[in-house]
């Protein structure tokens, strides 16, 4: 499998509305439209990492503000996740999708946004799953690495490389929220509401994200197959199938 274009988001974003077959839309859909459930007419939410920029094309919000760690047209303000310039409460919704896993210091950002978010607030989590089938696809790529080593609960050790914010470690969000009863310990000012595993042949058929990969173009009606047969093998075998997880915290 060849992957191409990685990281480019300007590119993503551009082509967006030119890509074959519905398919990076539907898949994108799935992933933000869970979110839409904790936001309304009055919600201040703030994505980090927004990448190419795609959830203002999903979600509403009273004001949704994207943010990223480079600066691009479409994000309103340079932030680093692990320092969040934001005052503490002040935030009703933090987004995070497909980010944690390029993090440095994954509790690190924990930490801020359980500061920035009023009590009552959520912070939204889309991730990759790194099972089995991810494991082997990312070892015939080399799109982007893993290493169970990592401990993603110390702020002190580096999961990622600190200065390359493309760098990543895809085993993170397995090992933060495989163990919640961990996780609660170590991040006791959130309650988990919300936690599930998806996609199989939607996440490995979009085409890629922000990158190119080879894919079969399918409409709509056809992904809505594909994405049933999906929550069957990710049902009997979440640790082969699942290659994506979302997890929803609220703050105390």
């Known amino acids: 499998m060849i992957v191409k274009h990685t990281g480019d988001v300007a590119l993503a974003r551009a082509e967006f509305d030119r890509r074959r077959g519905a398919n990076l839309r539907y898949a994108l859909r799935k992933r933000f439209s869970w979110m839409q459930r904790y936001l309304g007419a009055e919600t201040y939410a703030v994505e980090v990492g927004c990448g190419a920029g795609f959830s203002e094309r999903f979600l509403r919000a009273g004001r949704l503000e994207l943010t990223d760690a480079e600066p691009r047209p479409w994000v309103a303000r340079v932030v680093d996740a692990h320092d969040l310039p934001y ?15 390029h993090l440095a210091y994954p509790a690190r950002f924990l930490d801020e946004a359980a500061r920035v978010l009023r009590p009552g607030g959520h912070l939204l989590v889309q991730e990759c799953n790194c099972g089995k089938t991810t494991e082997w696809a990312l070892r015939l790529t080399g799109h982007e690495g893993f290493d169970w080593s990592a401990d993603a609960f110390d702020t002190s050790r580096p999961c990622n490389d600190p200065k390359d914010p493309w760098s990543a470690n895809c085993a993170i969000p397995n090992l933060l929220f495989d163990d919640l009863d961990r996780f609660r310990a170590r991040f006791p000012a959130f309650e988990v509401v919300e936690s599930g595993l998806s996609e199989f042949f939607v996440h490995f058929n979009t085409g890629g994200v922000s990158a190119r990969t080879p894919y079969l173009p399918l409409p709509e009606a056809a992904l809505r197959v594909v994405d049933a047969i999906d929550g069957v093998l990710v049902a009997v075998a979440p640790r082969l199938f699942a290659s994506q997880r979302r997890i929803a915290l609220r703050r105390r």
């Not at 005052?87 to 896993?101: K, P």
């Open 87 to 101: 005052a503490d409460r002040s935030v009703d919704a933090v987004i995070a999708n497909n980010v944690v896993h």
